[in-house]
């Protein structure tokens, strides 16, 4: 629509009446009017412009009510969001390693329970250490002891053994003893111990050469009661007083030497 116009001879023909004095109201009206077109014009101008522009523009529906977002606050946001995320995981493998050394606590009390159970004590620490420190010197005593504790016991059984062979040898001497008195030897005093044939309880080397000759001479004409004869190798080494031995005694068994 165009701009308002009033024809006010026209109207006042075709009323009768006279609009003079309306005249300047209706022009202020007109005025005003006139003035408030201009500016719906001018704004329809824009409306289709608007209009116009919205046309081209599409915006899914999700977007329709999207707000400007301050990019530092959002990476600030995001880097809050990975910090919580890391303290989430740190926490996270806390918790775990604690459990794990609540585990490792509970079997360190059993080992130590186990340890304490078998006697073990701190307290003993000073003496244990003492012990290590003089562990070559103690082990050495040790040793010896056991070793003086082997020797003890052998020398027991070797002193009981030693006792039962002397009681056994007595016996044996005894019973010799007993044998040689029941036999018949041709010497008194002649006798037999473990060293050989004695002579007046002396080994028959200790005896004097005339001893011996006669000792020798009587053993000989024992083991040969029958045959009565004796035969003397190598007389020519005796001495005179050796023969004179062998003579008489022949002579006072009836015996002939040769």
Do not use: C
């Amino acid at each position: 629509a165009g701009k308002m116009r009033v024809d006010w001879e026209k109207l006042k023909s075709l009323t009768g009446r006279d609009w003079s004095h309306y005249s300047n109201y209706i022009d202020g009206i007109d005025a005003a009017t006139n003035s408030i077109f201009d500016s719906r014009t001018e704004i329809n101008r824009r409306v289709k412009s608007l209009v116009n522009q919205l046309d081209v523009i599409e915006i899914p529906d999700e977007f329709e009510d999207a707000k400007p977002v301050e990019m530092s606050k959002l990476l600030d946001q995001q880097k809050a969001i990975d910090r919580l995320r890391a303290l989430n995981r740190e926490i996270e493998d806390t918790e775990r390693r604690i459990d794990e050394l609540i585990e490792t606590s509970k079997k360190l009390h059993t080992q130590r329970g186990s340890l304490q159970s078998k006697g073990v004590d701190v307290k003993n620490e000073k003496a244990i250490r003492e012990k290590v420190e003089k562990a070559d010197e103690i082990n050495e005593y040790a040793r010896i002891a056991e070793q003086k504790k082997s020797l003890m016991k052998d020398y027991k059984e070797s002193a009981d053994a030693s006792e039962k062979f002397t009681e056994t040898i007595d016996k044996l001497r005894q019973l010799k003893t007993d044998v040689v008195a029941k036999s018949k030897l041709p010497i008194e005093e002649l006798g037999f111990s473990e060293d050989g044939v004695t002579y007046k309880e002396l080994p028959f080397e200790q005896t004097s050469d005339s001893e011996k000759l006669k000792i020798s001479m009587a053993i000989a004409m024992a083991l040969n009661p029958k045959i009565r004869v004796i035969r003397i190798t190598d007389g020519s080494l005796l001495d005179k007083d050796s023969m004179r031995i062998i003579e008489r005694m022949a002579k006072d068994k009836d015996f002939q030497v040769w």
